[in-house]
């Protein structure tokens, strides 16, 4: 248990639903992540806030919409995807964005149909 | 551009050493990670070493970092089944938990 917990643990949706991952962290961090996990390939960053402001997007599709109301929960919003986006999401956070070391949740498996 | 690369799968006997190797191209990199991930779950931080370091031990795990090679290995002491999972090597070149890149991970398979 490393205090970072992502709901749901599994998806399914189709194409053209729209769906919502979250993820939330009481461990007083103020930087959280999500990371995309395909199989076989490395984790690709793909959003960073820290103190609740996005810091970095690392050209994801704008079907994927992140959004961060306050430094214990994020949210990743997605609608019209693809089945290549079928992928494990994690979500991690650490004490600041130039910290260390990262925690990262269970991750909610994805499967788009 | 950075990289990091791991051999993809390796089987060990229960009781064995695993040693699970790493290569990054980066020499700028100043921390490197070990990230343990069982199956169904998400990334679990096992160790790390500063560039300025070349062995660490914890327990039964030791990292050995070889700079002028740019060479990182995990050797787990007597392995367990419960070591069988996708180990990842990462590297960040500042330091920040924002800048990692991983390696595509190795699947360690225990075998009883």
């Known amino acids: 248990e490393t205090g970072v917990t992502q709901t749901p643990r599994h998806l399914v949706m189709g194409m053209t639903n729209k769906k919502s991952l979250k993820c939330e962290q009481h461990?007083?961090?103020?930087?959280m992540y999500w990371y995309k996990q395909s199989a076989k390939k490395p984790l690709e960053l793909m959003f960073v806030?820290?103190?609740?402001?996005?810091?970095e997007n690392n050209s994801v599709p704008s079907r994927f919409s992140p959004e961060c109301p306050n430094s214990s929960h994020l949210f990743l919003h997605l609608h019209t995807l693809q089945p290549e986006d079928s992928a494990l999401y994690l979500c991690?956070?650490?004490?600041?964005?130039?910290?260390?070391?990262?925690?990262f949740g269970q991750g909610t498996r994805l499967t788009v149909v | 551009g950075e990289d990091v690369e791991q051999s993809l799968f390796l089987s060990v006997r229960e009781g064995d050493s695993s040693v699970i190797n790493c290569t990054y191209t980066?020499?700028?990199?100043?921390?490197l990670y070990w990230y343990k991930q069982e199956p169904g779950a998400g990334l679990q931080l096992l160790t790390y070493?500063?560039?300025?370091?070349d062995m660490k031990q914890d327990q039964r795990l030791t990292v050995l970092l070889n700079k002028k090679d740019k060479h990182l290995s995990l050797r787990i002491a007597d392995t367990q089944t419960g070591d069988s999972a996708i180990y990842f090597c990462?590297?960040?070149?500042?330091?920040?938990?924002?800048?990692?890149?991983f390696g595509s991970g190795t699947q360690l398979t225990v075998l009883p």
């Open positions: 461990l007083g961090h103020n930087a």
């Open positions: 991690a956070s650490s004490l600041d964005a130039d910290s260390t070391e990262a925690f």
């Open positions: 070493i500063f560039s300025n370091m």
């Open positions: 980066d020499s700028s990199s100043t921390y």
């Open positions: 990462a590297e960040t070149i500042t330091g920040s938990a924002r800048q990692l890149t």
């Open positions: 806030y820290n103190f609740k402001e996005q810091t």
